[in-house]
């Protein structure tokens, strides 16, 4: 069962990185991808809320994401219409991800 308020595992193989996370039953499969001086990161988040699995993915350019408000602003509305996801989750995603694209990226 997951911890309340709390990443239960963040495990990197290779490019990838599932982060399982708490009160929602929330997965977020992170896949990254260099290209040249650029890193893509694709994301794909499933959300359990009211019984029901609730799924979206996007892609993102390490180019135009330079700062933790620049993956709130483009991840914030993936999570939009998920409910139950909390701006907590939200946050830890947001920052797994900036992290983990800024050091690929020095």
């Not at 509305?77 to 900036?98: D, W, Y």
Request: net charge positive; aromatic share 12%.
């Amino acid at each position: 069962m997951p911890q309340k308020s709390s990443v239960i595992r963040n495990v990197r193989t290779d490019e990838t990185w599932w982060m399982y996370l708490n009160t929602a039953v929330t997965a977020v499969f992170v896949q990254t991808h260099q290209y040249a001086s650029d890193v893509y990161i694709a994301i794909h988040i499933k959300a359990k809320f009211n019984e029901h699995w609730m799924e979206t993915r996007g892609c993102f350019s390490s180019r135009y994401m330079q700062s933790e408000a620049d993956w709130m602003s483009k991840i914030g509305p993936q999570f939009e219409g998920m409910g139950g996801v909390s701006a907590e989750i939200l946050l830890k995603v947001v920052r797994t991800c900036h992290y983990k694209v800024r050091g690929k990226c020095i």
